[in-house]
């Protein structure tokens, strides 16, 4: 149909069958040449049309009595043309209507189907290359994917470049969105190391190790640095944010590693873990039951010795620690033995609500009251309250007979 048909198609529609059928006509027309932006342009006209408004306008001009459906309206045209133009790759245009229409899990499924072929295949043609970069910006800097989004970026732009937009981008975000993204990192840096001395095995004729385990693969060998130490250090900085079993055997094995290299490449980190690889490898250790009580003591004893210029991660770290073990009566009684110049200051890991709650605490350990306590001598008043709330949430309900018939299938 040409140009001119449809015009007089359209005309002839809205004369004889209404407004309604010409823009489903008009709409039918433009989904089949994929003009997706004049197809959203469309159903906003048809919009304002069925909910009696003049065909244009601004949304401000839309009256109460309307905005709900009108909004419904919009929102459904956002994802009529979002999805098609994400799935053919125009993927800044697509997030442009998917942004506040689309449920960001379902968009985050659509980018790793689309990323993945491509980062399988690099390098890429220049399209290619502009479509992962429209991902990249979706998944890690518009926060949609932020493990997808460290992928692509140790893919294209290497480890370096990923530990910094991590920074910028991931680190900001809550600890439960962090714990992929960090895991990508942590896997990529063990991937590095364990490459690296398959290799030297091979030189020093040791025979190659087909184990997946860094621990094994170091036996009978002097340690070098096989990556960058700055970027192993921010690695098992980052990697404390995460907490699923896998993720931490590799942190804890890169962490042996550290304590293996020369201590001449070592940088300080900030205490308690000046000396990074042995702090770390307790860390991750205890997590993986290995030399539970010595990580123990040694977090205890970092955060009694900490200096109040060394701000609140020595305490932090200790509660942290003693929750991810269980033991969380331990756990409380360190977090409300916090001095109060450390309590007063925000940590990473409380900025990031990697901290377990004071509640959540009292609860696992049974400890409310001295939960309370330390709120009356803290002048705490609406920690106290919510432990009063929280405490009566997790009693069990008395029931009454007819009750108790209903809990066990009735009569």
């Known amino acids: 149909m040409t140009s001119n048909d449809l015009f007089e198609s359209l005309r002839r529609i809205d004369e004889v069958s209404g407004s309604g059928a010409m823009f489903d006509a008009l709409i039918e027309s433009l989904t089949a040449q ?41 929102l459904a ?11 053919e790759g125009t993927v800044a245009a697509a997030w442009m209507y998917l942004r506040a229409a689309a449920d960001p899990v379902d968009v985050a499924e659509r980018l790793r189907h689309l990323a993945t072929p491509l980062l399988e295949s690099l390098p890429v043609a220049d399209s290619a290359e502009h479509t992962l ?47 992929a993204a960090a895991s990508e990192l942590v ?4 991937d590095d190391v364990l490459a690296g001395l398959r290799r030297d095995r091979d030189r020093a004729g040791l025979g190659a190790s087909m184990s997946p385990s860094l621990i094994d693969a170091m036996a009978d060998l002097s ?21 699923d079993p896998a993720t931490v055997r590799k942190a804890w094995e890169l962490s042996v590693y550290a304590t293996r290299l020369p201590a001449d490449l070592a940088y ?20 993986c039951g290995i030399d539970v009580d010595q990580a123990v003591r040694f977090f ?35 977090a409300v033995s916090r001095p109060r110049d450390a309590a007063a200051l925000p940590s990473p890991l409380q900025a990031s609500a990697a901290m377990p709650s004071l509640i959540d605490l009292a609860a696992l350990s049974g400890e409310w009251e001295l939960l309370r306590q330390a709120c ?28 108790s018939q209903d809990v066990h299938g009735g009569t």
Request: negative net charge; hydrophobic residues 40%; glycine residues 8%.
């Open 223 to 243: 340690i070098g640095p096989h990556v960058d130490v700055s970027h192993l250090q921010s690695v098992l900085r980052l990697a404390r944010i995460c907490t």
């Open 187 to 190: 896997a990529h840096l063990h």
């Open 77 to 87: 045209a956002c994802r009529e043309v979002g999805w098609p133009l994400l799935t």
């Open 300 to 334: 205890r004893s970092s955060a009694a010795t900490a200096d109040p210029s060394d701000g609140p991660l020595p305490h932090d770290v200790l509660v942290l620690l003693l929750a991810r073990l269980g033991r969380h009566a331990e756990a409380l009684h360190a």
């Open 133 to 179: 970069e429209e991902i990249l910006g979706v998944a890690l800097w518009e926060g949609v994917d932020p493990a997808l989004g460290i992928r692509i970026m140790i893919a294209t732009q290497g480890t370096c470049a990923a530990i910094t937009a991590f920074e910028q981008a991931v680190s900001r975000l809550p600890a439960a969105r962090q714990h």
């Open 34 to 74: 994929r003009r997706w932006h004049a197809v959203f342009d469309a159903r906003i006209v048809q919009a304002r049309v069925d909910c009696g408004l003049s065909p244009v306008g601004s949304p401000g001009d839309v009256p109460p009595a309307v905005r709900d459906a009108f909004d419904e309206r919009s």
């Open 268 to 287: 300080p980190g900030e205490p308690p873990f000046v000396d990074v690889g042995e702090a770390s490898r307790l860390f991750f250790g205890s997590q």
């Open 376 to 403: 009356r001598d803290r002048d705490d008043t609406i920690t106290f309250a919510a432990s009063l709330i929280a405490e009566r949430q997790r009693q069990p309900k008395n029931l009454g007979p007819h009750d």
